[in-house]
């Protein structure tokens, strides 16, 4: 992929920048649980603030559906900010999808966000495969680039892209059905595909041989022994291996095994080793496993999505901004 435009590229002294961040964090009785992609954001922030501009950062947080849902609320992650950024003045908007102009890309919605600021900085590569207003819309409004977290996620997922280290090995878990379609990008490119979690149940068609389907247990809230050994045996062949979503309830310690055998047999292994997605970042810090991965991804959804197409919806929203 060519250069992308960085912050760097940008004047921003005395000017106004709006920072989209991917704070999609999990939050349990009004407190962050797992702080990462908060400190992800870290470098962009203070950059901006050395080059004296005024940050207001936007995000997101769960799925409100266009309504307000106190308990999704950023006002936890305002308080994490304010403390890791030793008060330093930075304005954290409210949670961008309790507007429904957000996930509509809704042009007046767009609009009043863009009033905000004199640049955009698209710091939040999971989202970048939305159609949303914070991600495609601002960018057509305002001088735009990208912060350093989102160039890195490029700049290693490119590598991987254009030559990984095979037999290449694709893990999948997680509750979310929409991650099936990555089968369908991705089933050329890897070598094995590993499908965990609770996604075995929605599946309604037969796949080729290298696409192998998980046992669950009796509740369907864990892989099976067996399950495991056959995947663990895959993982220490693997050259590459990348793996978005827990292969069961890892909240609850009856149905932890799963997740955590998977992880330590990735760890164990020679292998090129990359996670992304919220849920497994969260896994692996309850593991405290997370330290020895080669590339953490903040994005699942967005990380299978640039390995499948080389861009996101994000990613030509600027360029096109900036040819």
């Known amino acids: 992929m060519k250069k992308l435009p960085s912050v760097e590229d940008l004047s921003v002294e005395q000017k106004t920048v709006l920072l989209r961040t991917n704070y999609d964090v999990p939050i349990k009785e009004g407190q962050v649980v797992d702080g990462t992609r908060i400190d992800e954001s870290l470098s962009t922030i203070n950059y901006l603030l050395e080059q004296k501009a005024k940050v207001i950062i936007i995000s997101h947080l769960g799925r409100p559906g266009g309504k307000v849902v106190p308990e999704l609320s950023l006002k936890p992650v305002e308080k994490v900010l304010t403390l890791l950024l030793h008060g330093d003045r930075v304005k954290l908007l409210e949670n961008l ?10 042009l007046n919605f767009t609009q009043s966000l863009a009033s ?44 991987i892209k254009e030559k990984p280290y095979r037999p290449v090995t694709l893990i999948l878990g997680g509750a979310k059905e929409d991650k099936l ?98 849920d497994t970042e969260a896994a692996l810090t309850k593991f405290n496993l997370e330290k020895n991965f080669d590339y953490i991804s903040s994005g699942g959804g967005a990380m299978f999505d640039f390995l499948a197409k080389g861009t996101l919806p994000g990613i030509e929203a600027i360029v096109k901004k900036n040819d």
Not at 142 to 149: E, K, Q, T, V, Y
Not at 184 to 205: A, F, R, T, Y
Request: glycine letters at 10%.
């Open 97 to 106: 999808r309790f507007w429904p102009g957000e996930e509509a890309n809704d």
């Open 116 to 159: 905000l600021g004199d640049f955009y900085v698209n710091d939040a590569f999971a989202c970048s495969h939305r159609q949303h207003a914070s991600i495609v819309g601002l960018p057509k409004l305002l001088p735009s680039a990208f912060g350093f977290d989102f160039l890195k996620e490029v700049e290693v997922l490119s590598e």
């Open 181 to 278: 379609e990555v089968v369908e990008k991705l089933l050329n490119w890897v070598d094995k595909i590993l499908i965990g979690g609770k996604l075995p149940q929605w599946v309604s068609k037969s796949y080729p041989e290298k696409v192998m389907m998980a046992q669950l247990n009796p509740q369907g809230k864990d892989i099976t022994l067996e399950s495991i050994n056959q995947f663990k045996e895959i993982i220490s062949l693997s050259g590459t291996i990348i793996w978005a979503g827990p292969m069961g309830v890892f909240e609850e310690i009856e149905n932890e095994e799963g997740t955590k055998q998977i992880a330590q047999a990735i760890l164990a292994s020679q292998a090129f080793k990359v996670v992304g997605g919220g």
